[in-house]
């Protein structure tokens, strides 16, 4: 894990994690400062003290090298549970996902509502912020084809992102092919 420090911190038991999307498995000092300026400290007030780049696999083979998707996003959710259970209790933690990521926050939240996650933070102390998210629950690809599985990319299209008392803020661009999937496909001017 990289951190920067964020100058115009609140108290010291505040933190980011920051996810990158498929291809970007640590994100950079720009990233971070982009992310922060657009998402977080607009909408989530007071801005934390250290935000982090959570560095998770972000692979999706045979599009990248390396892992397939299911095996990636696997991976970055243990990277994600470790992250977030390394954080002392009563820390306010902000968890940016993007993309491949927002799946790996979706698949954590899922743990979180079937109870598979020992000791878990309070809503109070965890929040996510999820972009591009193909999990969106009013449009995402994996959420309009729950349950499918493309076995020549070992991708799995795991549902929507559920609603539960952690706040989750979902930023969708329209139009996007994965976050904003057209209800009805066979309508091409949808």
Do not use: C, K, W
Not at 54 to 71: H, I, K, M, N, R
Not at 140 to 159: A, I, Q, V
């Amino acid at each position: 894990l990289t951190s920067v420090i964020n100058p115009g911190a609140a108290h010291a038991d505040d933190a980011t994690l920051i996810m990158g999307g498929t291809g970007d498995p640590t994100p950079n000092s720009m990233y971070l400062m982009d992310v922060n300026n657009d998402y977080i400290l607009p909408n989530i007030f007071p801005a934390t003290d250290t935000t982090t780049a959570l560095t998770t696999p972000e692979q999706g083979f045979p599009l990248t090298a390396g892992l397939t998707y299911d095996a990636s996003v696997a991976q970055g959710l243990e990277d994600l549970q470790q992250a977030i259970a390394a954080e002392p209790s009563g820390t306010d933690t902000i968890v940016f996902g993007f993309s491949q990521s927002a799946t790996i926050a979706t698949l954590y939240l899922d743990e979180l509502a079937n109870g598979s996650i020992e000791n878990p933070p309070t809503p109070g102390d965890l929040t996510f912020v999820l972009a591009g998210d193909p999990n969106n629950p009013d449009g995402g690809m994996f959420e309009r084809f729950d349950g499918l599985y493309l076995p020549g990319f070992n991708e799995t299209y795991s549902g929507a992102t559920p609603d539960l008392d952690y706040p989750t803020d979902i930023y969708t661009i329209q139009y996007d092919g994965f976050g904003d999937f057209p209800q009805y496909p066979i309508n091409v001017l949808a």
